[in-house]
């Protein structure tokens, strides 16, 4: 009698599923929580610093934790529909798109946040908590992306690959953060900071479209 008290896996309760495909699937759902914890303290941190700090940037990155955690959530739902294909391919869809939109909606807020910033004249201001959050965030994200991109090959899935490129503008953000802050400081240029920000825009909206059209994986 099977009298099994554990809850069936749909991930592995199918015969044919490809146990490679299982192991990608359960190191996607690791990737996926690691980037839930660790966007959720980046956040916390980056805006209660740059509030406290009065840091415009600072608040831009502690904003952009949450659509980083949005576009996780979106992945954890992507990465559950695997055991029926056919769902796994709608799901799939939706989820590059709402990673998509993800993408718009970061790029509509750095476009914002630094045309405020130019017109303030708003210099990028210190915080060496700040500073810490971000070349954490320049160490760790590279790597969280990279890993990422190896389970979207595996799983030939776009929008796994999307939420990559999440990770890596989180990096790009936050050496535009330092870099802003050195030239500030070292040069007096305190519109460097919104201007590099400035032109990610057309970058981050790029991967927002590419998104909607479901473009962009694995190749
Ligand atoms: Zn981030």
């Not at 199918?14 to 190191?27: G, Q």
């Not at 630094?114 to 303030?120: A, D, E, N, Q, T």
């Not at 050496?175 to 032109?199: M, R, T």
């Not at 990610?200 to 962009?216: F, N, Q, T």
Request: aromatic share 6%.
């Amino acid at each position: 009698m099977a009298a099994s008290s554990q809850p069936p896996n749909p991930i592995t309760q199918s015969a044919d599923y490809p146990p490679a495909r299982s192991a990608a699937v359960r190191r996607g759902r690791q990737l996926e929580y690691i980037t839930l914890a660790w966007n959720s303290a980046e956040g916390v941190a980056a805006l209660v610093a740059g509030l406290l700090a009065g840091s415009i940037a600072l608040v831009g990155f502690g904003l952009d934790s949450i659509i980083e955690i949005s576009s996780g959530a979106i992945l954890l739902w992507r990465l559950r529909a695997e055991a029926d294909p056919q769902r796994r391919e709608r799901v799939e869809r939706r989820a590059q798109r709402l990673v998509g939109l993800s993408f718009l909606a970061l790029a509509a807020y750095v476009a914002f946040d630094s045309i405020k910033g130019l017109m303030l004249h708003d210099a990028p201001r210190e915080s060496l908590f700040g500073i810490g959050i971000a070349v954490a965030a320049l160490i760790a994200m590279p790597l969280l992306a990279r890993a990422k991109r190896q389970i979207a090959r595996q799983l030939k899935s776009g929008a796994m690959r999307a939420d990559s490129r999440q990770s890596d503008f989180c990096a790009y953000l936050s050496a535009i953060l330092l870099g802003g802050l050195l030239l500030n400081a070292l040069l007096g240029w305190w519109w460097a900071d919104p201007v590099a920000a400035l032109v990610m825009v057309p970058l981050i909206a790029r991967e927002g479209v590419e998104g909607l059209r479901g473009e962009g994986c694995c190749d």
